[in-house]
């Protein structure tokens, strides 16, 4: 019908374009760090600004196991991208497993801390502007990770049953951006909540 | 032109009537990019007419001193309904429902990049209105306490706090606006990752129709614009439901922070807006002066320009407020320094129309009104970015005749224009030149009636939102001005919806290219195919159609 604009002596040239899977995970993490900014500027500007106690330094312990194992499963999931590349499965499976593994990790950790926080040392998100800003902060962290695991997971289970293969990295790889992205963003609570913050 | 030859129209053969439960079926389900497009503009329509008819309700009640038309309480709700669905459920959905349709046909696609998100965007954006207006209904609650939304559009903390907004008149609000956040996002990343990744061969950057760059660079701005709100109104939510002190100033929170946020948002807002307005303009004022668009490059960069400097200038908003001096210069000079890649702009655009030949359409008529309106409403942008000013000003009237001067003299102008110009295009028949005439005249005397004068009452002293005011103020006379211009508006906008309905029957059959234009759009039939181009063009100027019609003197030898 419209071979209308094509130009009969054009010479062909490759015309190569991005890949839509990374353009598009890359726009969401663009919407999702700037999410993420608002939070962390209400924290930096709520910042020992609490009416009442507890206060960050008496209550918050350096997480420092737990954000070993989630930034150490950006590595193992960047393994299981590779391995899928070259088509080794079972090699795939394992290093998303670890992935799933470290990531569980996490959020156990995570748990035990809220845990912790909440029964010990009384602090909710009605307690003061610190728990307000830190559940918060700290919860969008956490329910980004738990989406990422269930994405994992969901990887996993293909993985095991045999229908992910090499054809398949690219979905892959762009879900191990998102990963990269939640372990990026853990730097940087990590670095304003418990250390700067403290 | 219908009679080139090389441009084939698709009236091969009429399709078989259908039940409407199938053609129901086929627009619910469909995920078409320009199905989707079109539901986006019919909805936005719908609540243009809604939100239309409640300015008018609040321009009745203005019009006369001591007036009882509607109660305080109601007055309240029609402004705070009447920003809220403007904003994000007429300009929004409408920029968005013409991306969505010209951007694949534009870039010689066959769909957006993620079809599904497509469809997942508009539903999500849509169930958020019918959320906004289910408020009516639903926002009682257990409490009994409460109606439609009423703390203004932008809702300033502590008016949406659970002690000063009972019931769930404000929960509606901040989910129908997470809703609708949502899928603005979703149909950004799709604007990006389409324009970025589906081109057909030869389609560089630098030889996209200006529209699809001013897209572009709309999405963007919509990540680092709609997330902050998105951020902010989780945080009214915990507020409200958790009991969190985010915005709660008697337990050391800070209404002022939810200002910053909001306006975070609000302002870059206003630029999501008016660029893919500029989109249209750069489409419309070439064709109908019959010459290429000047200063491609610098029409770009000063697109992106804009972007980038709409980020620093949000607290302009604020300044009433009262913040330190430093902080007043900077958003001083940053909001005056937005004004240096607009003015390229209107400056290209001039040059563009010097020395055509200008045809004189409905869809040009409105675009040369835009140009015009849209340097007014820049003027007295710069007056209120003076802090000072601002400052006597701030509040009043004279802010309310300012930013309706963007929305209505510039945005819902060039949109007008828009619908003119690609009416064709999506139908297959032309708008009804003669009515079209007749509307861009009595909008235009509705508009200037209406706006121009209510700078006065704002010169004045009248403030925004008060439901009524003393006979002895002196503003009488100018409110009966504006709400009759505000009638005459009605009538225009009538008129436009005749139009539409009329030409959809009626109206002379288009052909593929009835403005002689230069776009791939033009090069398909209208309406186009579900597929859009049975063979996927290969350009190799910005101008792909003019190639075709002047072999001997094509512009990729001047590019």
């Given at each position: 019908m419209s071979e209308a604009a094509t130009i009969p002596n054009t010479a062909?040239?490759?015309?190569?374009?991005?890949?839509?899977?990374?353009?598009?995970?890359?726009?969401?993490?663009?919407?999702?760090?700037?999410?993420?900014?608002?939070?962390?500027?209400a924290y930096l500007y709520y910042l020992g600004k609490s009416l009442t106690g507890p206060t960050p330094h008496d209550v918050l312990e350096l997480p420092i196991f737990s954000s070993i194992c989630l930034l150490s499963s950006s590595a193992t999931v960047h393994f299981a991208v590779a391995a899928l590349h070259r088509g080794k499965r079972a090699a795939t499976s394992l290093w998303l497993g670890a992935t799933v593994l470290l990531g569980g990790i996490f959020l156990a950790a995570t748990a035990q801390e809220w845990y912790k926080l909440i029964y010990r040392d009384g602090l909710t998100i009605q307690t003061n502007l610190f728990g307000t800003t830190f559940y918060s902060l700290v919860g969008l962290h956490a329910t980004h990770v738990v989406v990422g695991l269930i994405m994992l997971t969901l990887a996993l289970i293909f993985s095991l049953n045999g229908s992910m293969t090499s054809k398949h990295t690219g979905r892959l790889e762009v879900l191990s951006l998102y990963w990269h992205f939640v372990d990026a963003v853990w730097i940087v609570v990590f670095t304003v909540v418990y250390v700067l913050g403290r | 032109?219908?009679?080139?030859?090389?441009?084939?129209?698709?009236?091969?053969?009429?399709?078989?009537?259908?039940?409407?439960?199938?053609?129901?079926?086929?627009?619910?389900?469909?995920?078409?990019?320009?199905?989707?497009?079109?539901?986006?503009?019919?909805?936005?329509?719908?609540?243009?007419?809604?939100?239309?008819?409640?300015?008018?309700?609040?321009?009745?009640?203005?019009?006369?001193?001591?007036?009882?038309?509607?109660?305080?309480?109601?007055?309240?709700?029609?402004?705070?309904?009447?920003?809220?669905?403007m904003v994000f459920f007429v300009g929004m959905p409408v920029?968005?429902?013409?991306?969505?349709?010209?951007?694949?046909?534009?870039?010689?696609?066959?769909?957006?990049?993620?079809?599904?998100?497509?469809?997942?965007?508009?539903?999500?954006?849509?169930?958020?209105?019918?959320?906004?207006?289910?408020?009516?209904?639903?926002?009682?609650?257990?409490?009994?306490?409460?109606?439609?939304?009423?703390?203004?559009?932008?809702?300033?903390?502590?008016?949406?706090?659970?002690?000063?907004?009972?019931?769930?008149?404000?929960?509606?609000?901040?989910?129908?606006?997470?809703?609708?956040?949502?899928?603005?996002?979703g149909t950004?990343?799709?604007?990006?990752?389409?324009?970025?990744?589906?081109?057909?061969?030869?389609?560089?950057l630098n030889?996209?129709?200006?529209?699809?760059?001013?897209?572009?660079?709309?999405?963007?701005?919509?990540?680092?614009?709609?997330?902050?709100?998105?951020?902010?109104?989780?945080?009214?939510?915990?507020?409200?439901?958790?009991?969190?002190?985010?915005?709660?100033?008697?337990?050391?929170?800070?209404?002022v922070l939810w200002m910053h946020f909001f306006w975070i948002f609000g302002h870059p807002e206003v630029y999501v807006l008016i660029l893919p307005s500029f989109a249209f303009a750069n489409e419309i004022i070439p064709v109908f002066s019959r010459k290429a668009i000047f200063g491609y490059p610098a029409m770009v960069a000063a697109s992106v320009g804009i972007g980038f400097i709409s980020l620093s200038v949000w607290a302009h908003h604020m300044f009433t407020v009262g913040m330190s001096s430093g902080a007043n210069t900077f958003f001083t000079l940053a909001t005056m320094a937005i004004s240096v890649p607009t003015?390229?702009?209107?400056?290209?655009?001039?040059?563009?129309?010097?020395?055509?030949?200008?045809?004189?359409?409905?869809?040009?008529?409105?675009?040369?009104?835009?140009?015009?309106?849209?340097?007014?409403?820049?003027?007295?942008?710069?007056?209120?970015?003076?802090?000072?000013?601002d400052w006597q000003l701030g509040g009043s009237y004279f802010v309310v005749a300012h930013f309706h001067y963007v929305l209505v003299g510039a945005i819902l102008f060039?949109?007008?224009?828009?619908?003119?110009?690609?009416?064709?295009?999506?139908?297959?028949?032309?708008?009804?030149?003669?009515?079209?005439?007749?509307?861009?005249?009595?909008?235009?005397?509705?508009?200037?009636?209406?706006?121009d004068l209510m700078h006065i009452p704002g010169i004045l002293g009248m403030p925004r939102r008060i439901y009524t005011y003393e006979a002895d103020r002196g503003w009488m006379i100018w409110n009966i001005l504006i709400s009759s211009g505000a009638v005459l508006q009605t009538i225009g906008t009538?008129?436009?919806?005749?139009?539409?309905?009329?030409?959809?029957?009626?109206?002379?059959?288009?052909?593929?290219?009835?403005?002689?234009?230069?776009?791939?759009?033009?090069?398909?039939?209208?309406?186009?195919p579900v597929y859009n181009f049975a063979v996927i063009p290969t350009v190799e100027s910005r101008r792909p159609l003019w190639d075709l019609k002047h072999p001997e003197d094509p512009d990729s030898h001047y590019e």
């Open positions: 062909p040239e490759p015309w190569v374009l991005p890949s839509r899977g990374i353009v598009g995970m890359a726009c969401l993490i663009v919407a999702e760090a700037a999410i993420f900014i608002i939070f962390i500027v | 032109m219908a009679a080139n030859p090389l441009v084939t129209d698709g009236f091969d053969q009429p399709a078989p009537r259908r039940l409407w439960l199938q053609v129901l079926h086929d627009w619910v389900t469909t995920v078409d990019h320009k199905k989707i497009g079109l539901m986006y503009i019919g909805y936005a329509l719908i609540f243009l007419v809604v939100a239309g008819a409640q300015a008018l309700l609040m321009r009745i009640q203005l019009a006369v001193p001591n007036n009882h038309f509607v109660s305080p309480q109601v007055f309240n709700q029609l402004f705070t309904m009447h920003g809220t669905t920029l968005f429902g013409f991306g969505n349709y010209l951007i694949p046909l534009m870039i010689g696609a066959r769909d957006m990049a993620f079809p599904r998100l497509n469809a997942f965007s508009f539903w999500v954006a849509a169930f958020g209105g019918f959320l906004l207006y289910f408020s009516y209904l639903g926002a009682n609650g257990l409490y009994g306490a409460g109606s439609a939304p009423d703390v203004g559009w932008w809702a300033y903390a502590p008016l949406t706090a659970r002690a000063f907004s009972p019931g769930h008149s404000t929960d509606y609000w901040t989910l129908a606006i997470l809703l609708s956040g949502v899928g603005s996002i950004a990343l799709n604007i990006v990752a389409t324009v970025l990744c589906m081109r057909c061969p030869g389609m560089k030889r996209m129709p200006l529209l699809v760059w001013l897209y572009l660079v709309m999405s963007c701005l919509v990540f680092v614009t709609i997330s902050p709100l998105t951020a902010a109104q989780i945080m009214l939510m915990l507020d409200r439901y958790l009991g969190s002190h985010f915005f709660d100033t008697q337990a050391g929170g800070s209404a003015g390229i702009k209107i400056f290209n655009w001039l040059a563009t129309i010097w020395g055509g030949k200008i045809h004189f359409t409905a869809s040009m008529m409105f675009t040369i009104g835009f140009l015009f309106q849209f340097l007014i409403a820049g003027l007295t942008g710069i007056m209120l970015s003076v802090a000072p000013f060039i949109l007008f224009g828009a619908f003119y110009y690609w009416y064709p295009k999506m139908t297959g028949r032309m708008l009804s030149e003669k009515l079209g005439k007749w509307h861009f005249w009595i909008f235009l005397i509705g508009f200037h009636l209406t706006f009538l008129l436009f919806v005749y139009n539409m309905v009329w030409s959809y029957f009626k109206g002379p059959i288009a052909g593929p290219d009835p403005w002689d234009a230069w776009t791939l759009e033009w090069s398909t039939s209208s309406p186009p």
